[in-house]
């Protein structure tokens, strides 16, 4: 009986242990299956969260660009109506201290320009000039027209 109570318990122990590396496989594969579903369910929920905090950023700076153009714009306007008069004011002191300046310089290198050419079209020399220089264009012509090859005249 003693071979017999042997073999059973001989048995036993290995339906046994058949049993607890059966069950530690079964816990390792839902271990496993666990861990796969909860990172998809984490990444999936980051996913979720992150579409929801875009949706939160982009209605709120669709909300609050207007307000600040407009504000924006504002303070350009009173930037500009208040620096313009001094600006202005800047301009034209500087604008009268260099013509103060730059006239009598400029008036008289106008008087004599008009001096120097009055004496010269008195004397003849700026139309005696102007008609050389006629001339010698309307020969440059006709020797274009008439097929002369005679080049010395430039």
């Given amino acids: 009986m003693e071979s017999m109570t042997t073999v059973v318990l001989i048995i036993g ?9 059966t069950a530690g496989a079964f816990l390792a594969v839902a271990d496993r299956l666990l861990r796969r579903r909860v990172a998809s369910s984490t990444e ?19 909300g609050a660009l207007p307000r ?22 800047e301009v034209e002191a500087g604008v009268s201290d260099a013509a103060e300046k730059l006239l009598p310089e400029l008036r008289s290198q106008i008087s004599e320009g008009l001096s120097e ?22 020969g440059n012509v006709l020797d274009l027209l008439l097929g002369s090859r005679d080049s010395d005249r430039d």
């Fill in 117 to 138: 050419a009055l004496a010269s079209a008195v004397t003849g020399g700026v139309f005696g000039k102007a008609g050389e220089e006629l001339v010698r264009k309307g």
């Fill in 44 to 62: 999936m929920a980051g996913d979720v969260v992150a579409a929801k905090v875009r949706s939160a950023v982009d209605a709120a700076v669709g």
């Fill in 68 to 89: 600040l153009r407009s504000q924006v714009g504002e303070g350009v306007k009173d930037g500009a109506a208040e620096v313009l008069p001094k600006v202005r004011g």
């Fill in 13 to 21: 122990a290995a339906a046994l242990s058949s049993s607890l590396v």
